[in-house]
């Protein structure tokens, strides 16, 4: 799940990557989508059944999704 934050130094990206069943180490990768500049493609290290990450926005922010292509073998999934 995700929302953005406002703070002093600009809007920010809250990212929160929660794991089902055996926790394992694993790289989850996200594409930033923004409206008014190019996607931007983040890695978020994943160690805990739960792990929440900042990220600062370039831009405004369009949409956040899970990358299909970045040959993980983990399964990430969009939660409401």
């Known amino acids: 799940s995700y929302d953005v934050e406002s703070g002093d130094d600009g809007p920010s ?4 990557v929660e794991q089902t069943g055996e926790v394992f180490d694993v790289p989850a990768t996200f594409t ?13 290290p ?8 900042w990220v ?9 999704s899970p990358s299909r292509n970045d ?5 990430i999934t969009r939660m409401p």
């Open 56 to 64: 600062a926005l370039a831009g405004t922010l369009r949409d956040v």
């Open 32 to 44: 930033i989508t923004y409206s008014d500049r190019p996607p931007t493609t983040i890695v978020v």
């Open 46 to 53: 994943v160690s805990d059944g739960v792990v929440d990450t």
């Open 71 to 75: 040959g993980s073998l983990a399964e």
């Open 13 to 16: 990206l809250a990212l929160r």
